[in-house]
């Protein structure tokens, strides 16, 4: 069993930056693909970012390409996402999730097997 606990959010103004991370405790980190997704009020989950076991491998929503950069340290079982020039519309419950079965890096929350509690994080105009 993986737990996953995020760390990092909070308020910003729009044009800010911010950097989510996520604890995981577990033995085998490097075994899985870690993501990150976001809930806004009133909509569906959505996919941020994923990394591959060893961070070689990236893949991104079209939303926040060019401005989320995610990360991870094996060593300390941590996951991060950089957030850059914030919108309001980024505003949302952000959560990490991790997958140990798929082989590429995906957006498919349904193949995500643990997810953290989630941490928010405010844009404001």
């Known amino acids: 069993q993986v737990q996953l606990v995020e760390s990092g959010g909070g308020v910003v103004q729009a044009g800010g930056s911010l950097r989510v991370s996520c604890a995981a405790s577990v033995r085998t980190f490097s075994y899985y693909i870690m993501g990150w997704f976001r809930q806004a009020p009133g909509k569906e989950r959505e996919f941020v970012a994923a990394i591959s076991r060893n961070g070689g491998s990236t893949s991104y929503a079209d939303s926040v390409k060019g401005r989320f950069t995610i990360s991870r340290d094996n060593a300390k079982n941590t996951v991060h996402l950089q957030m850059n020039s914030l919108k309001p519309e980024d505003t949302a419950v952000y959560y990490c999730?991790?997958?140990?079965?798929?082989?590429?890096?995906?957006?498919?929350?349904?193949?995500?097997?643990?997810w953290g509690q989630g941490t928010q994080v405010t844009v404001s105009s």
């Open positions: 999730a991790s997958d140990r079965e798929s082989a590429y890096v995906h957006g498919n929350a349904r193949l995500y097997d643990y």
